[in-house]
């Protein structure tokens, strides 16, 4: 009888009716594939059960975040061979629905169950978060963001740096991971026109590194909300160490629940992904009111492509339950039209996709650097979660799958004054 890996080999091309661009290492220590492509392990049977009990991206995800399933050699080419398969279906591929119908992919299945073992479902691993019936309620949002963020502080510190900035950084040929955030930092305030007195709010803080660099550099008053409690202590003792209790607040609240505008200016970076489609325009109008006539909004948000059927649009399995659970991306199309129903007049909308991309590699070289401590202070398998998807994030962005844009929005008066310089770019 052929071995594991020449059985796994045949099974997989079979079934996805193209040639397997990765070679594949059984647990039998059996290989088979090119001998120069990067290296899918399969280091036991419970890998094919998790598969095969959930076909497709939820069960490889599953068989990679326990363990079962690894990848050797270069990380960025597996991914990117193994995504053309799974996600991106070139055109000689087919989809499993469609392979199905041949019988002899249904007997190239049926081996596969028998290499698999006894068909029971393994359990999914700890770290997957079950989605919940009602989505974007409050309590719903609180439970997804403190999933993802509530990880541990000192774990971010490794993946984020010093500059603790979870968002894309704009880089420069010459920059640091901390030089292209502090300039991103930096892009956001002159985009708001911040000057000294002014009252900013900052929508999704983080760890308090804009809020700070608001306070600090522009002399304006800053509250900042976060619904993670993680956060907000290590923000609260970064705001204590850097004497700015005068005019910094951090607040455990959500952004429907502030009361205190009216702002001059406010800043959203990167936590409209997290409100989805269904609340997108309560939350457009809910900054509209909370800022005063001419007051300025920034929000710095990732999105995905327009599809032909929109309705078709489905939260990606692996990032919905082991990432950023409820987390949706909208085309930037549909974000502007959103901005501009709740009252905004857009005015500029700048397209910063290749910085994610680039950002999102030295995070995994920051993760990948102290590895054995980042698995001590989370879980293997979260460590695991965290460099697939910053892996597999940093292609989406470099292959245009998605993007990211800091979309600045003006309450215009009526008068018609938005308070805009003539050349905008100039950010004076």
């Not at 005063?292 to 599809?307: C, F, M, T, V």
Request: net charge neutral.
């Amino acid at each position: 009888m052929a071995d594991a890996a020449s059985r796994l080999r045949s099974v997989a091309e079979q079934v996805l009716g193209v040639p397997l661009p990765v070679r594949l290492r059984a647990w039998d220590g059996s290989q088979a594939g090119p001998p120069d492509a990067p290296t899918l392990v399969v280091r036991n049977r419970r890998a094919l059960r998790r598969m095969l009990f959930k076909p497709g991206e939820l069960g490889m995800a599953r068989a990679w975040v326990s363990g079962d399933l690894d990848i050797e050699g270069d990380l960025y080419s597996a991914l990117a061979a193994i995504s053309g398969l799974i996600w991106e279906r070139d055109e000689g591929g087919r989809t499993l629905t469609q392979a199905l119908r041949d019988p002899a992919v249904r007997a190239a299945v049926r081996e596969l169950l028998r290499l698999a073992g006894p068909p029971l479902p393994p359990a999914p691993p700890r770290e997957e978060m079950r989605r919940p019936r009602h989505l974007h309620t409050r309590h719903s949002d609180k439970r997804a963001i403190s999933h993802h963020y509530d990880v541990g502080n000192d774990f971010y510190e490794i993946v984020l740096g010093p500059s603790m900035v979870y968002s894309c950084a704009y880089w420069a040929d010459d920059s640091t991971l901390e030089t292209a955030q502090r300039d991103k930092l930096g892009l956001v305030c002159a985009k708001l026109g911040l000057t000294p007195g002014q009252r900013l709010l900052d929508v999704g803080c983080g760890w308090g590194s804009m809020a700070i660099h608001a306070a600090r550099e522009h002399g304006v008053s800053v509250v900042g909300v976060t619904l993670s409690q993680e956060q907000a202590a290590y923000a609260r003792k970064r705001v204590a160490d850097e004497g700015l209790t005068d005019r910094v607040e951090i607040r455990v609240q959500d952004y429907r629940d502030v009361r205190d505008g009216p702002y001059d200016a406010i800043s959203s970076i990167g936590m409209a992904e997290h409100v989805g489609a269904e609340r997108y325009l309560e939350y457009a109008r809910s900054l509209y009111g909370l800022l005063k006539p001419g007051g300025r909004l920034l929000n710095h948000q990732i999105a995905r492509r327009p599809q032909r059927d929109e309705s078709a649009y489905d939260v990606d399995g692996f990032i919905d339950a082991y990432v950023f659970p409820d987390g949706e991306l909208a085309p930037i199309g549909t974000t502007v039209t959103q901005l501009e129903r709740a009252g905004f007049e857009v005015r500029d909308v700048e397209s910063i996709r290749e910085h994610y991309a680039r950002t999102l590699r030295r995070w995994v070289l920051n993760l990948e650097g102290d590895w054995a401590r980042a698995m001590r202070l989370t879980s293997p398998g979260r460590a695991r979660v965290w460099r697939l998807y910053m892996a597999a994030s940093a292609l989406a962005f470099e292959h245009n799958r998605i993007g990211v844009n800091q979309v600045l929005a003006v309450r215009t008066p009526e008068s018609g004054a938005s308070g805009l310089p003539l050349r905008t770019r100039t950010w004076n």
